[in-house]
């Protein structure tokens, strides 16, 4: 088994920014991997499998994340987590 790590540097852009059912929407589909995902805003971290991990970031409209995935299946996770968030956790603002 391969190890791999990768991370990327997205902005937050839908309006609510990273609220109760956008962070929910996130859980869920990193449950989908094996890779251990993590979200980074400012000085905090969240393991992104936790609504309210993710809640405590604070992260608002406009703000600067970073997510880093480790494990097997980590650039397809990075790819799947990216794209909800730069389509705006498919929300309709």
């Not at 480790?70 to 650039?75: F, I, P, T, V």
């Amino acid at each position: 088994m391969t190890v791999l790590e990768c991370s990327k540097e997205l902005t937050i852009q839908n309006k609510l920014g990273l609220h109760a059912r956008a962070a929910t929407k996130l859980a869920e589909l990193t449950l989908q991997y094996k890779s251990v995902i993590t979200i980074s805003c400012g000085a905090k971290s969240a393991n992104a499998n936790s609504v309210m991990a993710l809640l405590l970031l604070a992260g608002a409209q406009g703000k600067q994340i970073n997510v880093s995935c480790s494990g097997e299946d980590a650039a397809t996770a990075l790819n799947a987590v990216a794209n909800l968030i730069d389509n705006k956790f498919e929300e309709s603002e």
